[in-house]
T-cell receptor, first 115, second 111 residues
Framework: EAGVAQSPRYKIIEKRQSVAFWCNPISGHATLYWYQQILGQGPKLLIQFQNNGVVDDSQLPKDRFSAERLKGVDSTLKIQPAKLEDSAVYLC?????????????FGEGSWLTVV | TQLLEQSPQFLSIQEGENLTVYCNSSSVFSSLQWYRQEPGEGPVLLVTVVTGGEVKKLKRLTFQFGDARKDSSLHITAAQPGDTGLYLCAGGASGTYKYIFGTGTRLKVLA
């Protein structure tokens, strides 16, 4: 079974530029998550989708971050314009459904450096 | 806002020592998971605890879920350099659909 795919793996941009990350979850998984992880810290949930609807985006900085999951499958996370503090790993994850006891599968992450 | 606080934040120990990592919240969690993450990789699931008071063992790792399902601990016996990594607790708070992670404990085991 293919895992969660993310691209690009690494990205370096200048501040005020834009960047987009792509995620392809495991086939059939209804729930998709985007997390931001700063080095050495726990991942912070940015947005959680159930199919193509948003379950939670309370910690998504909506003035510069946007995410969509068209057709309830792939998802893109965009940052525009980027700030230095956006340097982090962006982890995409998916699970069969939303709810307790769910197993969540992670991609390898997209590493962003803003200079 | 549901929070999962982990302690300690950093831990550096010698090979063969024992250690305990704590994960605490003011919220009740229907289940908690523990992950280990190595540099450059995503978190890897170690265990899920569901029942209050539950204890699970995974070789030298012992996981416990608090009776009130608000806290959990991870105990490592005779730590080895291969245990080095970032340990994360995570879960979905009861009554919400959000899945959140703890603040993380970075463990380094010296040979």
């Amino acid at each position: 079974e293919a895992g969660v795919a993310q691209s690009p793996r690494y990205k370096i941009i200048e501040k005020r530029q834009s960047v987009a990350f792509w995620c392809n979850p495991i086939s059939g998984h209804a729930t998709l998550y985007w997390y931001q992880q700063i080095l050495g810290q726990g991942p912070k949930l940015l947005i959680q989708f159930q199919n193509n609807g948003v379950v939670d985006d309370s910690q998504l900085p909506k003035d510069r971050f946007s995410a969509e999951r068209l057709k309830g499958v792939d998802s893109t996370l965009k940052i525009q314009p980027a700030k230095l503090e956006d340097s982090a790993v962006y982890l995409c994850a998916s699970s069969p459904r939303t709810g307790s006891g769910n197993t969540i599968y992670f991609g390898e992450g997209s590493w962003l450096t803003v200079v | 806002t549901q929070l999962l606080e982990q302690s300690p934040q950093f831990l550096s120990i010698q090979e063969g020592e024992n250690l305990t990592v704590y994960c605490n919240s003011s919220s009740v969690f229907s289940s908690l998971q523990w992950y280990r993450q190595e540099p450059g990789e995503g978190p890897v699931l170690l265990v899920t605890v569901v029942t209050g008071g539950e204890v699970k063992k995974l070789k030298r790792l012992t996981f416990q879920f608090g009776d009130a399902r608000k806290d959990s601990s991870l105990h490592i016996t005779a730590a080895q350099p291969g245990d080095t990594g970032l340990y994360l607790c995570a879960g979905g708070a009861s009554g919400t659909y959000k899945y959140i992670f703890g603040t993380g404990t970075r463990l380094k085991v010296l040979a």
